[in-house]
């Protein structure tokens, strides 16, 4: 197989997600799959073993779950990508869909809890902040929280009584709070820790008329855990003799907990018995579970475990405890790729994680790609990605570094970028740049500096910032023009920069223009490719052609590539686009084809 058809059967190779089943029919299952050569939902009958496609859109379906009865399939419908749309909802076995909530203006998605007998909580964002829509068949939706800042729904509990919200009516969506209403609005209880300690509600104990609720607090300074009787107000924190940071889901008896536990880059399960405290690890391979932004593992009704698995050198696979294969796509698998090393560089705030992933053949010193991660609140790990594949079959040595600001690393570290976003991560980037010259791991004539979305605004900045560091740039979905950015970019956002930035462009303004790529658009030096789609909410075009119109004015030499979708692509086709552009582009400019 060469090169091309390896890295390209990589992309173009059918994936799976994890399946979500219905609480009381737990056969019915919905996941997402990209099988068709677009990402969309797909329903699974696992009584008959029997598999449909439930969306079939140009540029692909996102998000999709079902209702605990098994009775109905929920998907999201926005327009092209841009995340702007409605509910919509079809029968389990039917094929007409229809909107979940005739009437429901379309919104932003702020999360979804689904209940027995067709009720729904609906959170949604717009122009004038976030609400909460109480919803149930055959009746007007019931407006049961409303704010000008930031929320999402959170939870619904088993018996349907109560709702979990997080928000930021303090002003900080970076941090939030949560609080528990009855479905009549009333408040039932509330949980903040103050400034600049966020809690996270992971779901409701799974049995009726049990009010407690797991949380993710950070008052030792990194996320733990903690069980909230919303009703007594009783918490208990769970102190676990753990190094990392830990996620949590419930066992369906209530009794015992899934930890999901992250540190340096890799992932582990343990189960943690409520009663006894006894915490036992559960096997799995080296590697990663699921993502920083995707539901990593579950609990089946007969305690085995499903989970979303990969490593650098191994590509996605659905596992199960029960030692088999839960649901394997058609088609060849992706090819492998190889392992990623760790490497410790000493920063500017402390020592900098970042992995390294060599080609088979060639020596050091290597052309160099920093592939810098999106967020700022994700992090790069041990787990498979065509991209980074993709430039080692090309013989690239790969960094990734997990900047000021990544999550995995504690609160400090996640939290050291406010004030001074953009400009704090890229000293660290800048200090694993100089590490990797000066140990002979990378070719200083050849270093590319690339990202996507927050990883293509850093992208950017440092192409301004360091423009003799630097050979060739490649910015994907970026933040360009922080500015106009704010103006343009979806409400969440908004509320999220103005955390970030500790206020809005009117307030801080000096802090959005020291943090603006296009600030310092005048010192790059080298070419740029600017990877940009038409409807993207989060890093919105017209910022983004304010920055390759002042690049065009100044002589720069640079290209673009549009596509019509939003802050990325569903079509694996368009992904292979993107990726022949990219690769094409270093290697041009490098002399390499």
Known sequence: MSETERWQSRLRAARVGLPVWARDRPERCVYRSNATGTWEIHAWDR???????????????????IDPSGRWLWWFADTDGDEFGVWMRRPFDGETDEPAVPGLEPAYPAGLALGADGLAVIGRTGRAGSEVQLCRDGADPVTLYQHREDAQVVALSADDSLVAIGHSEHGD???????????DGSTVAELWDGAGLGLKGFGFAPVPGDPRLLVEHERRGR???????????????LVLDLPGETGADWYPTGDALLISHSHH??????????TSGQLTRIPTPRGTIGSATVRAAAVRP????????????????????????????????????????????????????????????????????FEVHGGPTGYDADAFDPLVAAWVDHGFAVVQVNYRGSTGYGSAWRDAIEGRPGLTEFEDVKAVRDWAVATGLADPEQLVLAGRSWGGY?????????????TVGISNAPVADYLTAYQDEMEALK?????????????????YLASSPLSYVESVSVPVLVIAGENDPRCPIRQIDNYVHRLAELGKEHEVYRYDAGHGSLVAAERVRHLAATIGFARKHLGMS
């Open 495 to 511: 509320a999220y920069d103005r955390s970030l930035f500790g206020g809005s462009p009117e307030e801080v303004p000096e802090r």
């Open 223 to 237: 996320p733990e855990l903690l069980v909230w009787d919303t009703v007594s107000g009783a918490q208990r924190e």
């Open 302 to 369: 007969d305690g085995s475990i499903e989970f979303a698995w990969s490593s650098a050198a191994e590509p996605h696979v659905i596992r199960s405890t029960a030692g088999h294969v839960v649901l394997a796509p058609p088609g060849p698998a992706a090819p492998p790729s190889v392992p990623v090393e760790d490497a410790w560089i000493e920063g500017p705030g402390g020592p900098v994680h970042a992995l390294i992933s060599k080609p088979r053949g060639g020596a050091a010193p290597y052309p160099c790609v």
């Open 173 to 183: 969506s970076r941090h939030p709070a949560l609080r528990v209403l009855a479905v």
């Open 47 to 65: 009584s008959t073993d029997t598999h449909r496609q439930v969306t079939r859109r140009p540029n692909g379906t996102l998000t999709g779950t």
């Open 458 to 470: 850093l992208t950017l900045l440092g192409l301004g910032l360091h423009p003799g560091d630097w």
């Open 265 to 274: 880059a890799r992932d582990e399960l343990y189960r943690y018995d409520l």
